[in-house]
Structure formats: C-alpha cells, structure tokens
C-alpha cells in the first residue's frame, strides 16, 4: 500500500471537529471485546451470593491468556435520600473492584469492609480498578415488576434509558492503593492497552446488572416470571455521566491525545486512498440507515444536541440521496469525504468517516496495538534557543490566533474546588481563585514563552534553551512541552480554552469517542449523560462468532408473539 496521506493537524486537531466525534472501530469498548473474542477469554461466577432483594456480594473469575482476574462485586441498600451521583457522595447501590488472582474468604473480608467505603477504604496493589454504580431509578423497577408478571419490559423505555445501572466512577491504576500502570503493563498484558481494565469494569458491570436482575425476577413469589429477550438484554449497556473533571485530563496528556488521533487518521488515511465498489456503497448506506435509526433513539432535552441531531439526520437523508443519483460516477472514498467536507455538518463529516472504518477491519484494527504511548515531556537544555522559537512558529503557529489583549480571551480560569474535590470554571474579576488555577492556558503559554524568546534573541541568537530558562525558568514546563509536542505528529489540541465561551463538552466527547461510549446527552455545558457497551456482546456470546458489528445499537423488535412464547 502506497503511503496514505493524513488529514493536517489543523484538521485533525480542531477542538469542535474533536468534539463531533463517534465511537469507531478503534474505540477501547470495541477493542476490548474484539481481544476478548479473538483470545477465548473465560469469564464466570465463582460466587453469587444474593439474597431476594439483590443485596450481598458475587465474585466473576476471568482467565485470559495471560492473567487470572476477579472482579467483585458489593450490593447494598440505598436510601433514595442518599442517592447521589457526584464524586462527594458516600454510599452507593454497587462497588466494586477488579484485582488479581483468586479471591478467597480471608480476601473477600478484607474486601467487604474496605471497598464499599470507595475512597475512605483501603486497597493494595492486588487492585487494579475501584469503581461504584447507582440503579436507573428510571427504568430499573419498571422492567423487574414486568419480567416477574411475564411480560417483555416497553422497548421504548428501554431505548429512552438504555442500561439498568449507571457508574458514578471508575478508578484506574494507581488510585487509593492500587497497582500502577507500570505492574499492569509488565503483568497483565491483556489490559496493556488504554483504560482497558476501567472498560472491563464497566463491561462486567453490564453483566451484573442483567444477571441481578434476573436473580430478583426468579424468586418463589412469581411463578410466571420470565427472563428478559436476548436482544433486549444485548441492547442494554451500562450508563455514564461524564464531568468537567475529564477535560483537563486530556490536556495534561497531550502525547496520549497526539497518539490516539495518529492511530485513528493514519486508519482514515488507509480506507480513504481505496477504490469503491457498487456493494459497498450499498454496505456503507445500510450503516447509514443504522446509525440514522440510532440517533433517532437518542432520548435529549438539551437544544444544542437536539439540533446537532437534527442536522445530522437531514445531512445523512442528503447524503443517502447523493449516492443514489451518483452510483456510477463515485470511485474513491476521498472523493465521497471531499462531498462531505463542502456540504455537511461536522458531525456528519465524522459519523462518515467512522462509518467507513467499518467497512475496513483488516485496515484498521491492527492500529488498536498502537494506541499507548510512553509519556514524558523534555527538552534539551543544550539546544540552541532559537531551535524552539522555530518550532513554536511551526508547530504552535495556530495559538497566535488569540489576542490575550481582549480580556474575553483570558476570561475563564478552571480550578479544583477544595470542598467538593470537583473541577470548576471561574471568571476572572468575579470569581476568587485565579492564582490557583490549573495549568490549561495553553495557547496563552505558548504566547508568552515566545515573547520572551525574541526578546533575549535579539541579544544574542547564539543563546541555549539553558541560557534562556536561567532568565525565565517559570517556562520549563511550557519548554518541556514544546520541545515534546512539536516532534509528534499532531501535537496539542487546537483551542483557547481560557476563553469566555469555551465550551468543555467537546473535551468530554472527543475523550468519550475514543472510549466508544454512545448517545451523548449533555445536561449541561458542563457534564453529559452516555451509555457504554450498548449492543455488545453478552458474555455467553464471546466464544461465538459475528458479535463484532454493534457499532450505532438500535432497538430491537419485540413481538407479541415472542412475548407470549417467553412466558
């Protein structure tokens, strides 16, 4: 194959092309599973101690090639009054914990009283994730009084809602005592791979959630109970409300986003040099109709997404209509995205080029194997200080574009708030704090090394970056990152995030569609509800074939008929 042209930085980078994104083929949801399939992973009870309310503990052995994992799994009551999602609550309706090894009676005590205090417990480095779910007060009780009197729970409730638990948090390597990155990596392989076992978690948090409910189905008192359709339960995931606090995370690792976008583009790249072919026009069209089914089922009282949704239905319905009218003239994939490009909406721009991926599996899922990266930002004190000016006019060009002069360009600041341990935006002249805000200014950075550069470089061009950090040593980090970033491909994302009318959402769902989360519903420009693993294979479909096509998850149809022969 011919080398592949990648979309510009410019392009790939945009922060509001970012935030139109769509779960692919290379989000950790699906390659998570595809490497549980491909490698036979054997994921059962080794106890299922419930009592008819659903409350007590259940533990899954889970045998990769590689490891032998337990997840397990705390059940208890919670008062409706304490019911509360946000970091600072203190009990929950599941915790949970992913670790190492067996889980005999001795660990399973030791368990039962710390990991259900979450925070406040104590783990060790046999842990690898921490985590706690609250039920779906929406739906939860409805579908258990419907299957206990024989009958299919309403699939338009279901569709509206979309899981039966949701995670509050999902802790990884290194939090409260567990292992580091660095154990799970040499150690256990199989969850080498970006927030694999935060992703597990939530996959066999999924499973639970099913076989809970069916254990309280299943009891004396209803004889005439049945167990949910397949399909139905396929179509269940788990659900997400994902915070401000994911955003800086995406800019305090900017090697890990330049890695991830790499991957994805140089996969775009491969598909979009390919020629077409009638049959998959017609492939790609019946993704199309999916993923319209799919956004149509998108339940959302936020304006802003409604429209987003709307324009990308009329734009696909478009689309749709072009390749009918054109069949015989569209020969490449570039030429149908180059179409996109000049008469769409960004997000139909990427559902596109997503959907396209699928059509490609031997193109593209090997890239999976390279989404890590080792982070580390450094300079070279020795080199000449002008080397870095060059690579700011270079590589940084897009911060100029900011005037930090115009007090709206500078006017937020992101913090951490001492009482409720959660991110927050300021106002700079309104709110207190500013001098304690997080290091997210970029652009702004950028800007001001710069400045100071030329300045001393009109001194003397023979300066080292050493010279010039003895002057100014309050850029190192900046310098670090400049020195780091502009050797990679794409380098930072592209956007002033210190401006009055940032807008984090597109933070939130450029890191969600890596992870392969779907049915973004913001509730706020601030946090926004998803739901994980819709559509994945059950854990009973793992060992067969033709479960790796649940891209765009649409409600299933549940007949009468079936209804009456489940009961």
């Not at 390659?31 to 399939?37: A, C, E, K, P, Q």
Request: some cysteine; proline content about 4%.
């Amino acid at each position: 194959m011919q080398n592949a042209i990648l979309r510009p930085p410019a392009q790939a980078m945009d922060l509001h092309r970012l935030g139109a994104g769509f779960a692919s083929r290379l989000s950790f949801m699906r390659t998570l599973v595809r490497h549980m399939m491909a490698n036979q992973w054997r994921i059962e009870y080794s106890r299922f101690d419930l009592d008819k309310h659903g409350y007590g503990q259940a533990v899954f052995d889970i045998q990769t090639p590689n490891s032998h994992l337990s997840f397990v799994v705390f059940s208890q009551y919670l008062d409706p009054n304490e019911r509360d999602d946000r970091v600072i609550a203190e009990q929950w309706d599941l915790t949970m914990t992913l670790l190492e090894g067996e889980v005999d009676d001795v660990t399973l005590a030791m368990l039962a009283a710390n990991v259900p205090l979450q925070e406040a417990g104590r783990i060790d480095a046999r842990s690898i994730s921490l985590a706690r779910a609250n039920r779906s007060a929406r739906v939860f009780s409805e579908v258990l009084e419907n299957l206990r009197h024989g009958r299919q729970p309403d699939v338009k409730r279901l569709s509206e809602v979309g899981y039966l638990y949701r995670t509050t948090a999902v802790y990884g390597a290194g939090k409260f005592g567990a292992c580091d990155w660095d154990k799970v990596v040499n150690q256990h392989p199989d969850l080498a791979s970006p927030f694999a076992s935060e992703m597990l978690v939530c996959y066999l948090l999924r499973q639970f959630s099913l076989d809970q409910l069916h254990h309280m189905v299943h009891q004396d008192a209803y004889p005439h109970a049945v167990d949910m359709d397949v399909d139905l339960q396929r179509y269940l995931g788990i659900g997400n409300s994902t915070g401000l606090g994911m955003a800086p995370w995406l800019i305090n690792h900017p090697q890990v986003m330049a890695q991830w976008v790499l991957q994805r583009e140089t996969a775009l790249a491969r598909v979009l040099q390919m020629p077409v072919a009638a049959a998959q026009i017609n492939q790609l069209q019946e993704l199309m109709t999916r993923a319209c089914q799919h956004i149509r089922e998108v339940s959302t009282f936020d304006a802003w997404q409604a429209n987003n949704n709307h324009i990308l239905l009329a734009d696909l319905e478009a689309l749709s209509n072009w390749f009918n009218g054109t069949a015989t003239e569209v020969h490449s994939w570039q030429q149908i995205h180059q179409w996109a490009e000049r008469n769409y909406s960004l997000e139909t721009q990427e559902l596109l080029l997503n959907l396209m991926l699928e059509l490609y599996p031997q193109m593209v899922d090997s890239l999976a194997q390279q989404m890590a990266v080792v982070e580390s930002l450094q300079y070279d004190p020795t080199a000449y200080a002008q080397d870095l000016a060059d690579a700011v006019q270079d590589k940084y060009d897009w911060v100029f574009d900011y005037d930090f002069n115009d007090p709206q360009q500078g006017a937020t600041f992101w913090y951490y708030s001492q009482n409720k341990i959660e991110p927050r935006l300021g106002k700079v002249g309104t709110d207190a704090g500013a001098e304690l805000q997080m290091f997210l200014g970029i652009a702004r950075a950028v800007q001001d090394c710069h400045t100071d550069l030329l300045s001393l470089l009109a001194i003397d061009q023979e300066i080292t970056v050493a010279d010039f950090l003895l002057r100014y040593p309050s850029h190192q980090g900046i310098v670090a990152r400049i020195a780091t970033m502009s050797q990679t491909t794409y380098g930072e994302i592209r956007a002033n995030l210190l401006d009055a009318n940032v807008l984090p959402m597109h933070l939130l769902r450029a890191k969600l569609a890596f992870f392969g989360v779907s049915k973004f519903d913001p509730k706020s420009a601030l946090w926004v509800r998803n739901t994980m693993f819709q559509g994945a294979p059950l854990i009973s479909e793992l060992g067969t074939d033709g479960h790796d096509d649940w891209s765009f998850p649409v409600a299933p149809t549940i007949t009468v008929q079936q209804e009456v022969a489940n009961g």
